[in-house]
């Protein structure tokens, strides 16, 4: 089986789970004014382009991850749809942190961020390994260590969205700081340091 | 005509439909802690995954489909967009249900999920054997064996789907873990036998 | 300039819209039993239906059209946005006839609709007719009696939602029939005739 | 690495960007006739109009940009996603602005509307510059003339969109009218005079 119409569903979800999270930035406010409105609401102004900068991330690694690997088959089909729910399950968890940020809602919010990318992550790693253990769906062209590179790379995020979830348990802030701040520390450190 | 835009028309109703879904997870209940809203929640979150993996089984059975095609007529397209209708309909019964679980609305929510089901099943099974009726849009590539393969597998689907609704009448937690548990029940069995 | 980016975006667009106006049928009716709600909201299904239909017949068309086109120019591109802008407000006019079917407010509905559909013919002929003049984007190994024959098939669909808007006015209920019977009639009809 | 899947996802984000427009269009209005919500809506028929036709131009752009580069590193995947993280907002200020063009909060809004524009701007010349400074991402049968005549035509739009933004403190009509009035110029100036 080719993996097109995998990427392209793929992309798809990616796309429309970004994009649906300006849903959760809200017009109304009763009994405030517009510019009141703007002003308050940027807790949901920073949890969209946080949200956005994370499912972007996600995509850059499923593609990065995708050009090392020629065929499917049902088994990877079904961890990749499991990968893409927990992403098009992110904008509900960026929701409540968007709008309990400021009440004592925020530890709720924060765990359940934290469960979401940490389903995620251990999606990602299953859906990895499952193609890259003995090889089973890697193309012929890629080199062991490419595989082998990019298989220490998937630990990392995993541990630090696991870790970041056991935070919010304390300190929600400090875990939500964890999230944001891994993203754009990613985007930095693999734009500068990233070799393709 | 050619089958590729077939395809990205069928994905993106694919991708957009599983993506929506989310759109039934809510955040607001009034009278309630954010706590309880998250813990009171859980027919939400399950009728998304299971929802999400439903549609995610459909789309992987449309792009196993869509291997052996390769051409397309009128009639093709028009049951197609049958089928995608269907599809795009199950994030409105996945709401009834998530919504009603624990009230005697459960029911008529149950009965609905089932007719649409049953009705994506009755499309498939229209919009697949259009085509392998006299192998008229059937790759001359594939054999016939794998044809009427593919023939035999499409029925149990239905069967399934449409006992599963008659049994809502008298029992629709029954029929409700009738579609979760042969929707998990495909995806283990067709991982561990799938030959693709 | 080539046209893949455009068809794929297009079927993009044709999906969302389509996939979208699940959202205009609803769960909530204050006052109301499930059951009776779901009996109830027959026109939300009906007028779901109609419009995924409609929005898939003219997925249809303009994918028939593009096989004949295979270049691009930025006026043609901006023809395209505009048909798409008709197809994607689609979900507004279904939602209010779906909503109004039983009120007095059906002919403003059905007026709605009927603008709607007749913007996207103007612009669908339009872009139709900018490509084809002189054979400006059309394909070399396209015969120019294909070219004419798609011309002749785009006038109709453009005089029958013209008629149809005029109708509104006096009678809404003979119009949307008008818009319900024209659909299903090409579906069967270009199924059963139709040369591709 | 290859262009095609952020090609893909970038026009799926855009498309989804402007068919989501159509949910600010609102069905609801207590207290007044159908034909009376109609009539009285027209600001969200033009903010929808404009906005749809806004994105419309910015996917063109991208597609022309596209077409003379043929690689991507992790940098240019990032300044695209910041780009569609833009684009992707628009939704919101476009509800602003058709919500409150008829009242005080018209101001914010234009000032929500521009910024958003202004953003978008500098994402899209940044996007473009990381590509085209050395040539680093351009493809070798792109002439350089080509490049340079690109690059000075990225410029008018960041001055435009942040001039209005400015404009929009003192007079927020004018500010909406320089975007509607620059978004038609620049439809019907390249379709003049454009050569692709």
């Excluded at 299953?126 to 790379?153: C, E, H, K, M, P």
């Excluded at 802030?173 to 393709?196: I, K």
């Amino acid at each position: 089986m080719e993996t097109s119409r995998l990427e392209i569903f793929a992309d798809a979800i990616f796309a429309i789970a970004a994009t649906l999270l300006i849903l959760d930035v809200s017009v109304h406010a009763p009994g405030a004014s517009l510019g009141g409105v703007v002003k308050h609401a940027w807790p949901q102004y920073a949890a969209y382009g946080v949200s956005f900068l994370i499912i972007g991330i996600w995509w850059v690694n499923h593609h990065h991850c995708m050009k090392l690997i020629d065929q499917a088959d049902r088994a990877f089909l079904f961890l990749n749809i499991a990968l893409l729910a927990c992403i098009a399950f992110l904008p509900f968890p960026t929701e409540l942190v968007a709008e309990h940020l400021r009440d004592s809602g925020v530890r709720t919010a924060a765990i359940t961020y934290g469960l979401t990318m940490t389903a995620a992550s251990i999606c990602f790693v299953s859906f990895w390994f499952y193609a890259a253990t003995g090889r089973r769906l890697i193309a012929n062209t890629v080199d062991q260590s490419v595989v082998t590179a990019f298989s220490r790379s998937t630990l990392p995020g995993l541990l630090i969205n696991a870790a970041a979830t056991v935070v919010a348990l304390w300190s929600p802030y400090t875990a939500l700081a964890l999230f944001a701040g891994t993203a754009l520390f990613y985007v930095v450190g693999s734009s500068l340091f990233g070799r393709d």
